[in-house]
């Protein structure tokens, strides 16, 4: 007869599909972030306001860091990436429609203001399926593993 330990399998949690995507949505963004970072002068060539590049610039260069560190915590189920997600997502809606009205407006001519609102309609649905119970129960799994 085994002993009653070795009987007790440890709880493997599996990833939701929704993490996994979140993981990769991030991945593209930031690849993203990237491209325009490594072309940022010649599209506001125009502009010639240095101050506004810089800080513009390094918002690029923060969030692609910051969505590349997002997404290896989806990946690894690491227990600090649900609450980073949470704050990253907050973040998007409130400083991401600032930046994207300043970025957006001049790349692709946004006269409309559809990246804006499609920007906080996506980040409101990446708060949503944050908070789900699923989602909240593999994180706090895989971060006892």
């Known amino acids: 007869m085994p002993e009653p330990e070795a009987m007790i399998k440890p709880i493997e949690s599996k990833r939701p599909t929704g993490v996994t995507a979140l993981a990769f949505l991030s991945i593209i963004i930031g690849c993203f972030n990237s491209v325009v970072f490594l072309f940022f002068d010649s599209l506001l060539a125009p502009w010639?306001?240095?101050?506004?590049?810089?800080?513009?610039?390094?918002?690029?260069?923060?969030?692609?860091?910051?969505?590349?560190?997002?997404?290896?915590?989806?990946?690894?189920?690491?227990?600090?990436?649900?609450?980073?997600?949470?704050?990253?997502?907050?973040?998007?809606?409130?400083?991401?429609?600032?930046?994207?009205?300043?970025?957006?407006?001049?790349?692709?001519?946004?006269?409309?203001?559809?990246?804006?609102i499609a920007g906080i309609i996506c980040a409101g649905l990446i708060l949503y399926y944050l908070t789900r119970s699923h989602v909240e129960g593999f994180f706090r799994h895989s971060s006892k593993s």
């Open 48 to 116: 010639h306001n240095l101050v506004l590049m810089g800080i513009l610039r390094s918002n690029l260069v923060l969030t692609g860091i910051a969505l590349f560190v997002l997404a290896y915590g989806f990946l690894g189920g690491k227990s600090w990436a649900l609450p980073v997600g949470w704050y990253f997502g907050v973040w998007l809606i409130f400083v991401g429609d600032i930046v994207g009205d300043v970025t957006w407006d001049i790349v692709l001519l946004d006269i409309l203001g559809i990246w804006d």
